[in-house]
């Protein structure tokens, strides 16, 4: 049984998914950041591969992802970083990338050095459902990871649905047609999430986008199993002098 099986077995409401970028403050924060989320509560984590041009993340993760490559990080840093992961980390680990960089490192390898290392799934926004149906799912499935599709307000029901059937894992709900971060007003997208619960998904849904702190976790959680917080995070640990504290007291405020 999967990660993801045995989390969503065991808890199904007020997931969390911490999402943080490898190599960000520094080259050698991945794994000491991985074990503390893991420690202070976190469900699920989510971790970033650093890319030039994030076209679905805001200016704060962008940033991030800018510093972590001056920081020297690269997919095959990232893999090296992760070799003894499993030693320290039980929690699922989802890899959330873009897709140019992964084909410039070979898909299949990737796939491959993702799986060998203990990595559960992959987010990849901008690969086209048409294209993984066609090639890349195949492979995917291969080395056993799950694949975590995105559907938005926007998104009708008969795609959601396709898109639910495509995934496994857990379904991502952004919150609304934007990028990363910002200000959402989790109020006016109660009927969106209302409506993805009355489509019966076979995946768990996880909301993202907006949710920053213990009140917009709550309000996503009400319609969902759970959700994802990335910007705050990533906010709260690049102004800190003490990542494991701001780490800890960040988990609090949203988790007590």
Same mark, same amino acid.
């Given at each position: 049984?999967?990660?993801? %099986?045995?989390?969503?077995?065991?808890?199904?409401?007020?997931?969390?998914?911490?999402?943080?970028?490898?190599?960000?403050?520094?080259?050698?924060?991945?794994?000491?950041?991985?074990?503390?989320?893991?420690?202070?509560?976190?469900?699920?984590?989510?971790?970033?591969? *650093?890319?030039?041009?994030?076209?679905?993340?805001?200016?704060?993760? +962008?940033?991030?992802?800018?510093?972590?490559?001056?920081?020297?990080?690269?997919?095959?840093?990232?893999?090296?970083?992760?070799?003894?992961?499993?030693?320290?980390?039980?929690?699922?680990?989802?890899?959330?990338?873009?897709?140019? *960089?992964?084909?410039?490192?070979?898909?299949? +390898?990737?796939?491959?050095?993702?799986?060998?290392?203990?990595?559960?799934?992959?987010?990849?926004?901008?690969?086209?459902?048409?294209?993984?149906? %066609?090639?890349?799912?195949?492979?995917?499935?291969?080395?056993?990871?799950?694949?975590?599709?995105?559907?938005? *307000?926007?998104?009708?029901?008969?795609?959601? %649905?396709?898109?639910?059937?495509?995934?496994?894992?857990?379904?991502?709900?952004?919150?609304?047609?934007?990028?990363?971060?910002?200000?959402?007003?989790?109020?006016?997208?109660?009927?969106?999430?209302?409506?993805?619960?009355?489509?019966?998904?076979?995946? *768990?849904?996880?909301?993202?986008?907006?949710?920053?702190?213990?009140?917009?976790?709550?309000?996503?959680?009400?319609?969902?199993?759970?959700?994802?917080?990335?910007?705050?995070?990533?906010?709260?640990?690049?102004?800190?002098?003490?990542?494991?504290?701001?780490?800890?007291?960040?988990? %609090?405020?949203?988790?007590?």
């Amino acid at each position: 049984m999967s990660r993801f %099986k045995n989390l969503f077995e065991r808890k199904n409401q007020k997931v969390l998914n911490v999402y943080c970028t490898a190599g960000f403050p520094f080259l050698e924060s991945t794994m000491p950041i991985m074990q503390t989320l893991e420690q202070n509560g976190a469900d699920i984590i989510e971790l970033g591969i *650093p890319y030039s041009d994030p076209l679905a993340d805001g200016e704060v993760i +962008q940033e991030s992802s800018a510093k972590a490559l001056l920081n020297g990080m690269t997919i095959a840093t990232l893999f090296a970083q992760l070799q003894n992961m499993r030693d320290n980390v039980s929690v699922p680990v989802v890899l959330m990338g873009y897709m140019n *960089p992964v084909l410039q490192y070979g898909f299949e +390898q990737f796939c491959a050095d993702a799986a060998a290392v203990g990595v559960d799934g992959l987010i990849l926004p901008d690969l086209p459902e048409f294209e993984f149906e %066609k090639e890349y799912g195949a492979i995917i499935k291969k080395y056993g990871l799950d694949f975590i599709f995105l559907v938005t *307000p926007e998104t009708s029901e008969a795609r959601c %649905k396709k898109l639910d059937s495509l995934s496994s894992g857990f379904l991502y709900a952004v919150s609304s047609s934007s990028t990363t971060g910002g200000d959402k007003k989790m109020g006016s997208i109660e009927d969106y999430l209302t409506r993805l619960q009355s489509y019966s998904f076979d995946n *768990p849904v996880l909301v993202g986008f907006g949710i920053k702190d213990k009140v917009t976790f709550s309000a996503a959680c009400a319609h969902a199993n759970g959700a994802i917080i990335g910007t705050a995070f990533i906010k709260t640990i690049g102004e800190s002098e003490n990542i494991e504290e701001t780490t800890a007291s960040f988990l %609090k405020s949203i988790i007590d």
